[in-house]
């Protein structure tokens, strides 16, 4: 091969590796274009699905506490006998051991502080006097006949805080479901509409994002005053009433 030869060659094999280069290019450019949907020209729609459901259970928690000196061990059986007699109390009302859950056991020192010296001295420290014990636990009423009784009985049973009482759904994934699927349905329509309104038609489904309302129950808060709880508790008249679920979602299409 000669000079010359040579020469176009090289040249040829250039144009040719630009050429492909530039294909190259231009295909990964145009699958890229086709596999992101921020490429289509597009629109988003969103809507609201709701479901009201009937509560099913009725949660909330007790908590029996004692105070005492520093003698810790007799404020521990103090404490747990009375526990153990409310707990005694709510399965005897028919709830069963799955619904019944210790939430919290805690035990702290009480303390005595003193006033520091007005001239300037030393702070005495603090001393402890004594303990506290807070035990706590969490029942789900399923026999929302027996809640008005449940709540009076453990108060007079032994706890002195009962807190946190609700009514609500213990499994919401039924609600939630029949809330995104109207939530969809209505997005849709939407869609279709705001495309014949403004000339075009619809093309693939490229996106969609959901987000949930849901509504805490209402509390009803059963607190007692003072430690001892002396006075017998009266039995609460409560109702159920409904459950609201809320579901969000935003579809985007692409236009054609």
């Given amino acids: ?102 939430q919290n056991y805690n035990v702290q020192p009480r303390y005595q502080y003193y006033s520091c010296p007005k001239d300037g001295g030393a702070c005495p420290p603090s001393q402890i006097v004594g303990y506290e014990i807070t035990q706590t636990v969490l029942v789900k009423v399923r026999d929302f006949a027996k809640v008005g009784d449940i709540l009076a009985g453990v108060v007079n049973n032994g706890a002195n805080t009962v807190s946190d009482f609700r009514f609500t759904i213990d499994d919401t994934t039924a609600a939630q479901d029949t809330a995104r699927a109207e939530a969809i349905q209505k997005a849709k329509v939407k869609a279709e509409s705001i495309a014949k309104a403004g000339g075009f038609s619809l093309g693939r489904l490229l996106g969609i994002t959901e987000g949930g309302n849901y509504p805490q129950p209402m509390m009803y808060n059963y607190a007692l005053k003072g430690m001892g709880a002396a006075e017998t508790a009266s039995a609460p008249s409560l109702e159920p009433g409904s459950q609201e679920t809320t579901v969000n979602v935003s579809l985007q299409y692409e236009i054609r």
């Fill in 1 to 102: 091969m000669n000079e010359q030869h040579k020469k176009y060659f090289w040249a040829v094999l250039g144009v040719s590796i630009i050429v492909l280069s530039s294909a190259a290019w231009r295909f990964a450019s145009s699958y890229s274009e086709s596999i992101q949907p921020s490429s289509f020209r597009s629109f988003s729609v969103s809507a609201e699905g709701k479901a009201i459901s009937i509560p099913d259970v009725a949660p909330f928690t007790f908590s029996v506490v004692t105070q005492g000196d520093k003698n810790l061990a007799n404020i521990q059986k103090e404490n747990s006998d009375k526990m153990n007699k409310a707990i005694a109390f709510v399965k005897s009302s028919g709830v069963q051991d799955k619904d019944i859950k210790t």
